[in-house]
């Protein structure tokens, strides 16, 4: 496994350095430490960190807040950590996207193969809404082109086949994407 950088938060300082100690030995970086939300949010958004791991039960905002915050900003593998095994914990802490939980204490055993099923979730969620991204992005365009195609077929009298090659050539002539075209088309028919 590769060397992360860790941002953790935790109000019980025995469960921070033992934490602390448990990441460096596996090879980890920890970047920051926080005793409450308000500060592990601080940090989350100034360092960036690869992941971050959380207590759930900590001072305002608490670890699930905390989560739900930087996910929407600027998302990353997170670890929820508690003492408590309440299931309507577990039920926000899915809501928040966490990628992971785990009971405390935390154990070496435990923490390692934790941290590899968030990186991997993570990012496999991250792909899964690329592709999402892609896919809304790429039915846009074809709104787009339809659209257009629909506005050269009644203004210049062309056939469909016609109006999609007129485009397709203006693409590749100004190296510009049909989205682009479709585009300047839409506008310009707007304007007349």
Known sequence: MKTLRIVIADDESLHLMSLRAQLEAM???VVGEADDGESALR???DLRPDLAILDIKMPEPDGIQVAETIMQE???PII?????????LAERAAHARVAAYLMKPALPQDLAP???LATS???EFQTLNRKVQDLSDA???RKLVERAKGILMRRLNLSEEEAFHRMQRRSQNENKKMGEIAN???TADGML
């Open 80 to 88: 929820l950590l508690t003492a408590y095994s309440e299931g309507s």
């Open 139 to 141: 039915l846009e365009t």
């Open 74 to 76: 600027q998302p990353l």
């Open 27 to 29: 090879g980890h970086r």
């Open 184 to 186: 300047a088309i839409i």
């Open 43 to 45: 940090l989350l958004r």
């Open 114 to 116: 934790t941290i590899a």
């Open 121 to 123: 979730r993570f990012n």
